[in-house]
């Protein structure tokens, strides 16, 4: 049983005014990223967080173990999703302060917040479904975002990630590694603080898609 067949207990329908743009092998079109307005979506962004995280082998230490998981950053953020026969395949969020002290996951960013310039776009909850990884759908992501937050007027971009193939996609885009967090997510990896100046910089990740 694929991960569509899984999860189409939580399935919402792609309204016909949504640019489809591509067929995956899955024989089902996939939507463009949509920004998230209806609630009940944001609903199944929350339940594709839990899932893409528990297939990692272990939900980061902000998650709670629960059925779907959204935080008071998802009040005032942008979140972009990618559908796949009408079920979330892909998402990500976007958080722009001008406080750095509140920042998403502030406790991961202690000792290197003078290395970010506010206001600040704190690229945060990317995540993909296992069976749709390495399709570029985090790079297109991450393009929403890099221009969504030029257009906010943000000075820099901050990204937590304790994946290495990530942390190769980051690089490729422009982002710097500042160093190692000083709080963990998960058990098993540390994870490190990316951060980038907001400028023209193409975003041309060297493939890989994953969540953080």
């Given at each position: 049983m694929n991960y569509l067949e899984q999860n189409r207990f939580c399935l919402f329908r792609i309204p016909s005014h949504f640019e489809t743009r591509s067929t995956m092998s899955s024989g089902f079109p996939v939507s463009a990223p949509i920004i998230v307005e209806d609630p009940a979506v944001l609903q199944q962004v929350g339940r594709l967080r839990i899932l893409a995280w528990e297939a990692d082998g272990e939900l980061p230490s902000f998650a709670p173990r629960a059925e779907v998981w959204i935080d008071e950053h998802d009040s005032h953020a942008v979140n972009w999703v990618i559908l796949c026969d009408g079920l979330p395949i892909a998402a990500a969020r976007l958080c722009v302060h001008k406080r750095i002290s509140e920042l998403p996951d502030i406790a991961s960013l202690i000792g290197y917040e003078d290395s970010l310039v506010p206001p600040v776009a704190a690229f945060t909850r990317l995540v993909v479904s296992p069976a749709f990884r390495g399709r570029?759908?985090?790079k297109e992501l991450d393009g929403m975002r890099l221009a969504a937050a030029q257009e906010e007027g943000c000075r820099s971009a901050v990204v937590v990630t304790h994946v290495p193939a990530r942390m190769r996609q980051l690089r490729a885009a422009g982002f710097r590694n500042l160093?190692?967090?000083?709080?963990r997510t998960v058990t098993f990896a540390p994870?490190?603080?990316?951060?980038r100046d907001i400028g023209g910089v193409e975003m041309v990740p060297e493939g890989g898609d994953t969540w953080l």
């Open positions: 570029g759908l985090s160093g190692e967090s000083h709080h994870s490190c603080v990316f951060s």
